[in-house]
């Protein structure tokens, strides 16, 4: 990515991220209490991931499984998983569970185009099978990125690293605009989502 690239991205990032929040919040407010009706708890969760450089970040998310799902720790969660909530399905696969990490954008942790933050468990894990999967974390973690166009949740570790390093060392403003238009009809569509 070229050197002046990235203050560019960043007020980009920002004054999205600021304009979305408000205009996404009643969606958030809806889901939220639909999330309670279906299954009683905390309709937002946060969850630690890896950020830029190997930073630990809290982000956010609306709950799409029911309360407790981990209680035996951190697992991958498959498309039949059944500790996914029925307004889980839909938030899931239209993205809005992703929406309260604009705050997480607006704070500078993420921004809207770059590799999805892993957990740390699953960082160590990858880190060992796939030579160079920490790499992700070389740039800011984004909402979407060049993976999840092409595969989402289905790719492997090495799929996923193959995808966000030619994001890392190719990225541009036309990239970016490619993944966010691609990413709009992942939403729309419901492709790769589970």
């Known amino acids: 990515m070229r050197k002046g690239y990235y203050p560019i991205k960043r007020a980009i990032d920002l004054v ?105 468990e699953f960082v160590e894990l990858f880190s060992s099978e796939v030579i160079g999967f920490e790499q992700r974390c070389l740039v800011t973690p984004g909402l979407t990125g060049l993976a999840q166009i092409q595969g989402g949740y289905d790719l492997t570790p090495q799929q996923k690293l193959k995808y966000d390093m030619k994001y890392i060392h190719k990225g541009s403003l036309m990239m970016e605009l490619y993944i966010s238009i691609r ?7 419901g492709e790769g989502s589970r």
Request: proline letters at 6%; aromatic letters at 8%; one cysteine or more.
């Open 16 to 120: 999205l991220s600021i304009v979305l929040l408000f205009l996404t919040f009643p969606i958030m407010f809806i889901f939220a209490i639909a999330i309670v009706i279906d299954s009683p708890g905390n309709p937002i969760y946060s969850q630690v991931r890896v950020g830029k450089m190997g930073k630990l970040i809290k982000i956010y998310k609306l709950r799409s499984m029911c309360k407790n799902a981990e209680k035996n720790g951190a697992q991958w969660a498959d498309k039949d998983d059944d500790r996914i909530t029925n307004v889980g399905k839909f938030i899931r696969k239209t993205r809005i569970d992703e929406l309260p990490q604009l705050i997480n954008v607006v704070k500078g942790e993420m921004s809207f185009i770059g590799p999805r933050p892993e957990r740390p």
């Open 183 to 189: 990413t709009l009809m992942v939403v729309i569509t």
